[in-house]
């Protein structure tokens, strides 16, 4: 918690990547993958945690991969990204399954720069990649997020296998300023090898109100679903 301005310079970073649950562990786990912002289907894992104020950790698959870690930045002042904040799942080169992305929440008056911020799920050499995890940003001040030149993603894991298994779904992106806000499900046009379909997909609750946004954007081979 920052009483002014945060400043993340250039070659800075923020990284709890593979610092959330370790392997086996947490409620998205299932069938040897991890769930977290998303999930591939009924039997692997939960979507879970805040679409609009993330805290989780990202979830274990099996063989020891962990999840992300969560970070939040509160500020009064200025957010200013030029260096890296990663809360991504834990990956291992040669081997099966892979965690799921942990949470990035930040709030302040206004962002700039031009680093990145991720909780993507990790890439697998075989089986499935963990999911996407979550982000939010909060500004108090009216900002046109289409100009952003900060760099956003929560999408799933790559897939380097083209035999079984298949990338991770995507998890969310929240972005909320002046109080209104627009969620980004994006899965940077991964695919099943074999078909070419969508991996997975997020979940919304349209009945509690817990997932309310003013608008929703769901592109490059993301899914969605409403509960």
Do not use: M
Not at 30 to 53: E, I, K, V
Not at 105 to 133: C, D, F, I
């Amino acid at each position: 918690v920052a009483g002014g301005d945060f400043i993340l310079e250039a070659g800075a970073s923020i990284d709890v990547t593979s610092r959330g649950y370790t392997g086996s562990k947490g409620p998205g786990f299932g069938n040897y993958t991890a769930s977290h912002g998303g999930r591939l289907g009924a039997d692997y894992g939960s979507c879970y945690g805040s679409l609009a104020c993330p805290t989780n950790h990202g979830s274990g698959a099996d063989r020891g991969r962990c999840g992300g870690g969560a970070v939040r930045v509160a500020a009064q002042g200025a957010l200013l990204v030029n260096g890296t904040i990663a809360a991504d799942g834990q990956w291992i080169s040669g081997e099966y399954n892979s965690g799921s992305g942990g949470s990035v929440w930040l709030s302040g008056a206004t962002l700039e720069g031009s680093g990145t911020v991720s909780a993507n799920g990790a890439k697998t050499t075989y089986g499935y990649s963990g999911s996407g995890g979550r982000v939010a940003v909060h500004l108090t001040q009216p900002t046109d997020f289409s100009v952003c030149t900060v760099k956003f993603s929560a999408h799933g894991g790559e897939a380097e296998s083209t035999g079984h298994g298949g990338p991770g779904p995507a998890g969310t992106i929240y972005l909320e300023s002046a109080g209104k806000s627009t969620v980004i499900v994006d899965n940077a046009n991964l695919s099943y090898h074999n078909n070419g379909t969508s991996s997975g997909f997020a979940e919304f609750s349209s009945t509690d109100g817990s997932d309310h946004f003013d608008t929703l954007i769901v592109r490059n081979n993301a899914g969605v679903k409403f509960l």
